[in-house]
């Protein structure tokens, strides 16, 4: 069946750092979802995309999908204290209308 | 709206006792899906319906594990026996339609001892 992966599996950095994760399907996707989920919390949409090659931006988070819609990723710039929490990536499953999550990036932030 | 709401938000149970967790999605919400999330597996999906039918639920990892959406507003998800493996968090979510985004309920803690 489809596989999501996403690395690293877990992030530390200092505030104020950069950070990014990505994340490969082992199939083409027709689009894909991001979410984050705050310690002790429920995963929370972000955004989806959609087109080859897409760009788009909140705030200071970058996300982009990739030319063969096989892989994407999500850049967060100077991270603050609040964007602590784990991030996923999650495309269609072949064939079922259900979300595959990957494993989730976990972001760990030090002062 | 008030989300997607789910019940208990904890629950611990003995090994071998029935377990039934609850599920109100948001109104107007062609699809229901449940998941379970654990450290190891991360999310998985259990089961989903569409317009309260099941459509897939290859995902149910045993014969104990089963669940209904007897009408648009409510769905249960039923363990038993538990078992301490099943221990997790099991979330509900509900889109719109068909790859629209999934809104989560914020879970039910299960401990089965």
């Known amino acids: 069946g489809q596989q999501v992966m996403q690395i690293p599996q877990y992030q530390h950095v200092q505030e104020g750092e950069d950070f990014t994760t990505y994340c490969n399907s082992s199939?083409?996707?027709?689009?894909i979802q991001w979410y984050k989920q705050r310690p002790g919390g429920h995963p929370v949409f972000l955004i989806q995309?959609?087109?080859?090659?897409e760009v788009k931006k909140q705030k200071r988070l970058t996300f982009q999908f990739g030319e063969a819609k096989k892989n994407s990723s999500l850049h967060i710039t100077a991270t603050q204290t609040t964007d602590v929490g784990t991030y996923f990536c999650?495309?269609?499953?072949?064939?079922?209308?259900?979300?595959?999550f990957g494993k989730g990036t976990h972001l760990i932030i030090q002062p | 709206d008030a989300g997607v709401i789910q019940s208990p938000r904890h629950e611990v149970t003995e090994m071998g006792q029935e377990v039934t967790l609850r599920c109100k999605p948001i109104?107007?919400?062609?699809?229901l899906f449940w998941y379970r999330q654990t450290m190891m597996r991360g999310l998985e999906l259990l089961i989903y319906?569409?317009?309260?039918?099941?459509?897939?639920d290859s995902g149910m990892p045993e014969d104990r594990f089963s669940a209904k959406m007897p009408n648009a507003s409510f769905s249960t998800l039923k363990i038993q026996p538990s078992e301490p493996r099943d221990s997790a968090v099991y979330f509900c979510?509900?889109?719109?339609?068909?790859?629209?985004?999934?809104?989560f309920g914020n879970g039910t803690r299960l401990t089965v001892t």
């Open positions: 979510a509900s889109s719109l339609v068909r790859d629209s985004p999934l809104h």
């Open positions: 199939t083409t996707l027709s689009n």
């Open positions: 995309l959609v087109k080859s090659g």
């Open positions: 999650a495309g269609p499953g072949g064939g079922a209308d259900g979300l595959t």
């Open positions: 109104s107007g919400h062609d699809y």
């Open positions: 319906f569409n317009n309260n039918v099941p459509i897939d």
